[in-house]
């Protein structure tokens, strides 16, 4: 069982040794596409995720509170929780669906003058007039004839009741169980020029701009566009996404995008051996997530806004406690500011507390972890785990043997050394940041050596000394920049990609290069491509 996984990690490496072409190619190096005709790949019905079912009120109803908060954990697929094929809707879900928009229209009937579009006197005419306003925006599109009517018929029958403000409640509770707010439903409309394709319609376009750039609903402005027939052509579409990034809203999606894809989730339930770090304290983990949002955030919207920043910017958003941490002088208040730091220790996101920590040991650091990180989340590579019969424990830490000391029994090892090889090097070069993400230049009493290598990543690989210079090194890469790409396209997307993407994902990545690597203009590309702005034709009594 040993031997096959180590084949299996042998063999991986082969692989992954060869990637060096265009993403999803299959014809071997700097084979390109064939990128003529249509090719919207896949389009699988998304349900909101609960961040954006929380933003989506908000923008809706001004709502407040957060009913996600008490919602099933949901399930994560590729790193990210809005993967379609994991968004099952489970009878305890429902459950709580049924229960949280209870609660709104509760709280909305509350304050029913500014929700109402009219005078409340004038009774089955003003719900009528609710229901084709706050209808349209909760379902993101016009209703159709029948949709009012029912929906209507349900107000009265509510009121008859108990008066006008009870058949409101009850005519928002079913606005917000339906699929049609829970769902982002798209059917499309036929283009002759598209054969097994359908292009969607200005309101599905507008969706989905406005749940890529902003994990929102669409605002008045991109409401007007798609009700006048607009966004039907790429440059519509990008002129509306290029506006929407300006936008505040679009830091929500972007923040949101960086959580997951830097695993940010696991922070909040770490946990550290006190005696071994003192320094640490519960209180320092919303700390360390809040850093590495606000210097994405800052990186993205107001700094320099490419690949390198993130890899590499010499400083770091901090308040006065987190300076005190990191021992850095810093400011002296609550708020997160920009904070230079020493460029030989630190730089971009690979040196935060937030990944060192997470991707550590309790009472250790962990060069497994961190090297994983790096494959699987800058590279794109997925290793595959270990077997079944190996007990997944790290080395013992003994004083007088540094980490990278006691991890060398993986390389010894040929059970092990197929797949920690893709791994510990990578891990070494963090040698210099303990658990807790703190310099340090002596490990249980060794010197620390933080050299390491990468192997088997196409223009990524070589030999670095210590984190600073291997996202320097990283920054650099085609194959980095690339798997960004990807990563946001998985997130944009809500799928993984095929080979039926490969043109609209070297097309974005080919944008980004062109830009400096600037994520904006990444952000604009995707929503240029004919997986956006297409989906494949479902045939009758089929699936899409």
Known sequence: MRKSSNHLCLALVAALAGCHGEIGEAAGPGASPQCTGIQPGAAPLRRLTHAEYEL?????????????????????????????TSQVVTQLLAEHYMKAAEKIAERAVARLP???????????????????????????????????????????????????????ELTLRALLTSSNFLYRVELGMPDPTAPGSVRLSPHEVAVR??????????????????????????EEV????????????????????AAQWLGLGKVSTLDKDQETYPDFHPGLRPLWRAETLAFVDHVVFFGEGNLEALLGAPYSMMNAELAAFYGVTGPSGADFVPVDLDPARRGGILTHASLLATYAKPNQSSPVHRGKFV??????????????????????????????QRFSQHSDDPACSGCHDLMD?????????????????????????????????????????????LGQMLADSEEVRRCLTTQWFRWGYGRAESPADDCAVEGADEAFRVSGNDITELLVALTQTDAFLYRTAIEPGGAP
Request: charge should be negative; proline fraction near 7%.
């Open 425 to 469: 090097p990578i891990g070494f070069g963090f040698e210099h940041y303990d658990a807790i993400g703190l310099w340090r230049d002596v490990d249980q009493g060794v010197t620390v050596e933080s050299t390491g290598e990468v192997v088997a990543a196409g223009d990524a690989q070589g030999s670095f000394d210590g984190a600073v210079e």
């Open 56 to 84: 989506t009120l908000r923008d809706l109803c001004g709502e407040d509170q957060h009913p996600a908060s008490s919602f099933p954990p949901e399930e994560e697929s590729l790193g990210f929780t809005n993967q379609a």
């Open 209 to 234: 701009l406005s749940y890529l750039l902003w994990s929102s609903m669409p605002d008045a402005e991109l409401d007007l566009a798609a009700d006048e027939g607009r966004l039907t052509t790429p």
């Open 114 to 168: 500014e929700l109402l579009p009219c005078d409340a006197a004038d009774g089955e005419a003003c719900a009528e007039a609710f229901i084709r306003t706050f209808g349209r925006r909760a379902w993101r599109r016009p209703l159709a004839l029948d949709e009012i009517a029912r929906l209507v018929e349900l107000f009265a029958w509510g009121a008859a009741e108990d008066g006008f403000a009870r058949g409101i």
């Open 238 to 257: 990008g002129a509306q996404a290029r506006r929407m990034l300006t936008d505040w809203r679009a830091r929500d999606a972007v923040g949101l995008f």
């Open 375 to 404: 494959r699987e989340r800058l590279l794109c590579q997925v290793l595959p785990p270990p077997p079944n019969d190996v007990a997944i424990m790290p080395p013992v830490v003994e004083p007088g043997l540094s980490t990278k």
